[in-house]
């Protein structure tokens, strides 16, 4: 695991992804105030840190949580060069054709930004039938979990992905 300056921003509606944010910011020591709802945040603050992880829970049909399109739209031409950058979500696999598909569109834009992408995570454990964040056969392109039907496998899987940063 790196030392160093972990920020973490994450957008989320009903609580799902902010509560996940929160356990990732307990478990690798990132104070409070470097724990950033994106619906009052804006990319510039991307800047400040050298391991950035942004969560998304995914709405629609596998698309971004609201707050997150503004920031997106502001990251077209920004540069994340020599900065770490991993990404987490909530879904729900019974939307088994996008399950968690917005963690996959956070991983894209980011890694656009040229930034260093980490956090692949395992795909073993999961059931759904197509996902953006799928990478490959083997690999989610991070962090993603189901808070809807199998909230009891979520700490586990935290500790494994901290692993991988
Ligand atoms: C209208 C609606 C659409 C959703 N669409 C998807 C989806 O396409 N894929 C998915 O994995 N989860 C989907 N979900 C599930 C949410 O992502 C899930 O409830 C998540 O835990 C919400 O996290 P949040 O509270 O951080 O926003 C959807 C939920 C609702 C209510």
């Not at 990478?135 to 199998?150: A, F, T």
Request: proline share 1%.
């Amino acid at each position: 695991m790196s030392e160093k300056k972990y920020g973490i921003f994450y957008g989320s509606t009903t609580g799902s992804t902010e509560g996940v944010a929160k356990k990732l910011a307990e478990v690798l020591n990132v104070a409070a105030e470097d724990v950033h709802n994106i619906a009052e945040t804006s990319p510039v603050k991307f800047g400040e840190y050298d391991y950035i992880l942004a969560g998304t829970s995914t709405w629609g049909s596998g698309e971004v949580q609201d707050d997150w399109y503004d920031a997106l739209d502001g990251m077209e031409a920004l540069v994340l060069k020599g900065k770490k950058v991993a990404v987490f979500g909530c879904g729900d696999e019974n939307m088994s054709d996008t399950f968690c598909g917005a963690v996959g569109v956070l991983y894209k834009k980011f890694a656009q930004t040229g930034a260093e992408m980490k956090g692949q995570f395992n795909a073993e454990g999961y059931v759904f039938e197509d996902s953006e964040a799928r990478i490959s056969d083997d690999l989610m392109c991070g962090l993603v979990l189901d808070e809807v039907n199998k909230p009891e496998l979520t700490d586990g899987r935290i500790k494994e992905w901290v692993k991988t940063l």
